[in-house]
Structure formats: C-alpha cells, structure tokens
C-alpha cells in the first residue's frame, strides 16, 4: 500500500495548483461583517435617571472582479457596500417616552486594483494588491427628536449629509489557497489610507424660538485603518495546460 502513497500525493498537488495564468477570469467576494446588537445605558442627572435603548444593524458586502492579461497579473475592481442602521428610544424614571431616533446610511465604493501573485504553482499562493477608487453615500438621513414627560415635543432635529465623498489608497498583502483548479479560500490584511469629505445639513425645530432655516457645516476627515478580510475565489477561463507525454520510441 505504501508504494502507492507518494504518487497519490503528488497527483493530488499538481491539481491543486494555482492557475494564475493568462486568460483567467478572477471572481472574489469576502464575507460581510454582520454586527446585530442591543444596547442599554443610563444618563443620571440629580435625582433622575433616564434609560435609553440602541439597536443597531450593520452588514457589509465586498465583490473583487478582474482579468490575468498575463500571467500572475490580475487587474480588476472591487466594490465595497456599507449599510447601518440605529433606531434609538429614551424613557425618564417613570417610563415615559422622552426621546426617538433613527439613523440609515448605505455608502458605496468602487476601487480599481493591481494584483500580483509570487508564488503561482503552488496550491497556497501569495500575492500583493494595490488599489486605489472612490465613492459615497447612496443613503443618509439621522432624526432625533426630544420629548417633554407630558408628551409634548420639546426639539426635533434632521440631519441630511450631502456631497458625500471618498478616497480611498488601498495596499494588501494576501494569500489563496486553491481546493481545486478553479475554487480558493481567500484571505488578506491591508492597510487603506481614507480621505472623507461632506456636506450635513442641519435642520432643528424648538417650540419656544422661532425656526430658522437649516444650519450647513462642512466637515472632512483622514483615516488610516488596518483591515482583516476572508471569503473565496473563483477562477475562470482558460484552462491549464497539461504536458504532453512523451511518444514512444522517442
């Protein structure tokens, strides 16, 4: 039986190579962050103790699509889709309703990429990827409004962010290890550079001052994260070619 073990185990990696070859279509998604939680807390002021309730929802979806126009080179997009939501309540010490809210956003980035794989014929491949693109919000609107015990409304505010944009510079380090010539799970860690500019427009009502039209601030950010992602690959196209045995005789 031994005899046999070591060409099972070469044929076996010689189809589990990578197939990083000229041709290839490359499909790749990573598995969203889903965040579902409820949160408590408490504001003490004095003798009142008000309670508040948070639920919040997050997912994300990211999708890489590219093309080896030679081989070991991929050359593709990525887009990257973000959607919260919070739906906030409050309540004073004696369970009346005193605050509500909600936030919806849903933002949307597109990023052109370079990837480069080291170590093509091996089964566990790594690779280098540079990318750089942009977006915004598609969605984002943020209410709150402020409630007297009586049930009468105190204040009510709208915040709507316009202009939204982004730019983001993305460098990742990566590996996929192929199951088969056309299937590999993917994982990466990178860091991205995020430029954030916008717009958010103001508008607040309180029943004692006469309302005013909506305040405009304009806003901008920098941030530098470090990410973690995983998910699969899908490979397409052009198959590998096998070598041809040798004729008899030659």
């Known amino acids: 039986m031994r005899k046999f073990l070591l060409p099972l185990i070469f044929i076996s990696n010689v189809n589990l190579n990578s197939q990083t070859i000229k041709g290839k279509w490359l499909f790749e998604n990573t598995f969203g962050n889903v965040y579902n939680n409820e949160a ?21 979806v990211d999708i890489n699509a590219a093309f080896l126009p030679i081989k070991n080179l991929a050359v593709g997009t990525g887009l990257y889709s973000y959607f919260t939501q919070i739906i906030s309540n409050g309540f004073s010490s004696s369970g009346n309703k005193i605050a509500e809210g ?19 014929d091996s089964k566990s491949s790594l ?12 969605v984002s609107n943020n209410d709150y409004t402020n409630y007297y015990e009586t049930g009468g409304i105190y204040s009510k505010s709208s915040y709507n962010i316009t202009d939204h944009s982004i730019f983001t510079l993305q460098v990742n380090v990566g590996l996929n290890y192929f199951f ?52 699969f690959t899908v490979m397409l196209g052009k198959k590998k070619e096998k070598p041809v045995a040798p004729t008899k005789g030659a």
Not at 40 to 60: A, H, T
Not at 102 to 120: D, G, H, I, T, W
Not at 127 to 138: C, P, R
């Open 127 to 138: 690779y280098f990827q540079l990318g750089a693109g942009g977006g915004g919000d598609i």
């Open 40 to 60: 408590d807390w408490e504001v003490k002021n004095q003798s009142k103790i008000n309670k508040y309730n948070d639920k919040i929802f997050e997912i994300n």
């Open 180 to 231: 088969n010539e056309y299937i590999a799970f993917n994982t990466c860690v990178g860091f991205n550079y995020t430029s954030v500019k916008y717009t958010d427009n103001v508008a607040s009502n309180y029943p004692l001052v006469p309302s005013s039209s909506p305040q405009v601030y304009y806003l901008s950010s920098n941030q530098k994260i470090i990410l973690w992602r995983f998910g």
């Open 102 to 120: 909600s936030f919806k956003n849903y933002e949307l980035l597109a990023v052109p990429f370079v990837r480069y794989y080291l170590n093509p």
